[in-house]
């Protein structure tokens, strides 16, 4: 990328999450475009670099996010499931991936869905993988809840966040899916 490509500022804070400190990460007008669990920061960083390219070159400096992202992320895992509904975001990406995200937005807490009836609903039924490689490439974990999509026998796939978180969320959502014969290993947060 040139030198001259335009710099996107991006904001990024640490909250406290019942499953890790998770990051997140905001535009100039306070937009969410980036929620990403802090032990893949790499993978968030890598994600919205390519993400925002054409847009130009971004950078992620520490700042506070607004309250009311924060709030209702917090009261999301209270357990008022739909409070991450009204959050605005702002996604990168494809035009294809953007559709996919805005999909994901779409299924409501405690359902799933798998990647064979997204790419139905979105009107192409052959596309499966291109909806299974845009759901792994959100950048908004648990907002855009890429969580909610599992294989076509209900059980667990993976999870940019691990299968742990995964199946902690869903279950947290009271969705029905098949667990691993033996549950995903517990989440090993550092200090406890």
């Known amino acids: 990328m040139s030198t001259d490509a335009p710099v996107l500022d991006f904001i990024v804070d640490r909250i406290e999450t019942p499953i890790g400190d998770m990051l997140l990460v905001v535009d100039e007008k306070g937009l969410l475009c980036g929620a990403e669990f802090a032990d893949y920061e790499e993978r968030m960083r890598t994600l919205l670099r390519q993400q925002y390219a054409r847009e130009g070159q971004v950078t992620l400096t520490p700042g506070a996010v607004p309250k009311p992202i924060r709030n209702a992320i917090d009261v999301y895992f209270e357990g008022d499931l739909v409070a991450l509904d009204k959050l605005k975001v702002r996604t990168g990406g494809t035009a294809f991936q953007r559709e996919v995200w805005r999909a994901l937005r779409a299924i409501p807490p ?82 406890l």
């Open 110 to 191: 405690g359902r799933t869905t798998t990647y064979g009836k997204l790419a139905r609903q979105l009107g192409v039924p052959d596309a499966a993988r291109a909806v299974g490689t845009a759901n792994g490439a959100n950048t908004i974990s648990v907002v855009v809840p890429c969580h909610r999509v599992i294989g076509s026998d209900a059980s667990l796939t993976g999870y940019g966040g691990g299968i742990a978180r995964k199946q902690w969320l869903l279950r947290h959502e009271g969705a029905v899916f098949k667990a691993p014969a033996i549950d995903a290993e517990p989440l090993r947060l550092p200090g």
